[in-house]
């Protein structure tokens, strides 16, 4: 990744304050791409966000007996929550106001968890009878659990791309 341009994208979104500058490098990748290795620790900081927040949804609608709409909703709802959440804490920690690092959140997960998300219940919701599954079900599980391995394994390659252009996880790795 061209590291003027990584700075640029950071000063863009009003988050230069107390940046300690890299020596050439940022995250394992040099100048113009990503490593797979990055690409792959942002999907997997991704993939737990999502994962906590979309079991957590599948799981409250469910045991209430909701229907698979608002099950969904709920999930996909807790995913984006708690995918934003890991970033937000992890910036404000780092010194960031609350505003940038809304800001740097919603770069750096937006396009991870959207697609992550999609094909996790995109899995799920063709997966028959995994919609109808209740929590002892190991169809429940399996189909679960089995769309977030398809979803780490497409969204990890989009990260790669993504962070190799300066955008997605890339606006993170200032504030680390």
Not at 34 to 62: D, F, Q, R, Y
Not at 129 to 151: K, R, T
Request: overall charge negative; aromatic content about 8%; hydrophobic content about 50%.
């Amino acid at each position: 990744m061209d590291h003027s341009t990584h700075h640029a994208n950071a000063s863009e979104l009003g988050q230069g304050q107390d940046h300690v500058a890299h020596s050439g490098h940022v995250g394992g990748h040099a100048h113009g791409g990503a490593s797979w290795s990055t690409a792959v620790k942002a999907t997997l900081h991704c993939l737990t966000g999502c994962a906590i927040g979309e079991i957590l949804g599948m799981v409250i609608g469910t045991a209430l007996g909701w229907g698979n709409v608002p099950t969904m909703v709920l999930a996909i709802s807790l995913a984006f929550l708690f995918g934003y959440s890991f970033t937000l804490f992890a910036v404000i920690r780092a010194g960031l106001d609350l505003t940038s690092a809304i800001k740097v959140a919603l770069a750096a997960d937006t396009v991870s968890i959207a697609v992550m998300e999609f094909v996790d219940n995109a899995i799920i919701a063709l997966t028959p009878g995994a919609l109808d599954a209740h929590l002892s079900d190991a169809l429940f599980w399996s189909a679960l659990l089995g769309g977030f391995g398809v979803a780490f394994l497409i969204t990890t390659p989009v990260n790669k791309w993504m962070i190799g252009r300066g955008k997605g996880h890339a606006v993170v790795h200032a504030y680390h």
